[in-house]
């Protein structure tokens, strides 16, 4: 079972990126999906949630410039991100939680990261 994402890259400041994450494997159900970030030195915090029923919520800090959404039928959540700003960077990590086949539980799985750079 694995999370990968992609998207992140170099973008100006005012600018725009989105990240995408897609669980593969041998999945049974995808429930809460999320983005978390961590900037160097400082702790992973969380930056937007939605529920399996794509109830969303976003940190303040970002609220009215990204967005999550998802899509169930290709098991990926996305990060639109808009009027990105000088502290945002940061690598971005996608993060599940997911009842895998033989499993009675949903667990945590994390993505390994997208690195996301705004110039000014």
């Known amino acids: 079972v694995r999370l990968v994402e992609s998207g992140g890259g170099l973008v100006q400041a005012g600018g725009s990126l989105r990240l995408s994450c897609a669980a593969s494997?041998?999945?049974?159900?995808?429930?809460?999906m999320a983005w978390y970030r961590q900037a160097p030195g400082k702790q992973r915090e969380l930056v937007a949630i939605?529920?399996?029923?794509?109830?969303?919520n976003h940190a303040d800090s970002v609220k009215g410039r990204f967005t999550i959404s998802r899509n169930n039928a290709n098991r990926t959540v996305y990060l639109q991100m808009t009027s990105l700003k000088p502290e945002d960077p940061a690598v971005y990590y996608c993060?599940?939680?997911?009842?895998?086949?033989?499993?009675?539980?949903?667990?945590?799985?994390w993505g390994q990261g997208t690195k996301v750079t705004v110039s000014s």
């Open positions: 993060n599940a939680q997911m009842l895998t086949k033989g499993t009675m539980a949903y667990l945590t799985y």
């Open positions: 494997g041998s999945i049974t159900s995808i429930g809460r």
């Open positions: 939605i529920t399996s029923t794509n109830s969303a």
